[in-house]
């Protein structure tokens, strides 16, 4: 079975300043790997995604992820963080012949003026 | 527009009610599932469809059933809510194929007192 961890329940980051939130994964098959963000109130939207092309991966909103299976993460990043990036972020994967996801327990990004 | 709906979005209830949450899609995707969100456990996966007259289990299936008579429809019936069943709940659908993104709906806050 997959399963993700998530480091961090919470990250706080200036304006400005770099975002990093953490995930790692375990799984028995190359996995596919999502990252969905969740804003107060709203359902999850997907920010990006890894299907084995491309190692990085660029998705909306400036983020992007790198796929390393040798460190088995898939760690998000951003290089300037703006005051609208502060919500939940939830770290996804799921593995071929089974379209579910097994989600990591989310990291909140809080923004700082 | 794409989208996936749940109603209601909010619902307070009392203990042994039955009650009935709906999720509709319009995209024609052939897999549907819930998810329930909980503090701290990320979302789990309760059931999930393949398509009409196909589902099954997920991770948390106790206490939830589900049918999908239609592709478009596939509500989540709770014929005995207990407290334990306060949650955020997640509608989502995918299409056809390996590694696709799941589109969620906007959810439904759950209270059962």
């Known amino acids: 079975a997959q399963s993700v961890t998530q480091l961090g329940s919470h990250v706080s980051v200036s304006e400005g300043a770099l975002v990093l939130l953490r995930c790692n994964y375990s799984?028995?098959?190359?996995?596919?790997l999502f990252w969905y963000v969740q804003y107060p109130n709203q359902g999850l939207q997907l920010l990006l995604k890894?299907?084995?092309?491309?190692?990085l991966v660029k998705g909306i909103n400036g983020f992007e992820a790198e796929f390393k299976k040798s460190e088995t993460s898939f760690h998000l990043t951003k290089p300037s963080a703006h005051m609208s990036d502060a919500a939940e972020y939830f770290c996804?994967?799921?593995?071929?012949?089974?379209?579910?996801?097994?989600f990591g327990s989310g990291t909140r990004l809080q923004v700082q003026p | 527009e794409a989208q996936v709906t749940q109603n209601p979005r909010y619902l307070i209830t009392v203990t042994g009610k039955k009650l009935t949450v709906t999720c509709s899609q319009n995209m024609n995707h052939e897999y549907m599932s819930w998810y329930r969100q909980d503090p701290g456990l990320g979302l789990r996966q309760i059931y999930y469809s393949m398509n009409v007259e196909v589902t099954d289990k997920g991770d948390v299936p106790e206490g939830y059933k589900v049918s999908r008579k239609e592709k478009r429809n596939f509500p989540l019936i709770l014929e005995s809510p207990s407290p334990n069943q306060t949650s955020l709940y997640f509608c989502a659908s995918t299409p056809q194929g390996q590694g696709n993104e799941q589109f969620f709906g906007p959810g439904t806050r759950l209270t059962v007192l």
């Open positions: 996804a994967v799921s593995v071929p012949g089974r379209r579910a996801l097994t």
């Open positions: 890894y299907t084995s092309a491309a190692t």
């Open positions: 799984s028995s098959v190359p996995p596919y």
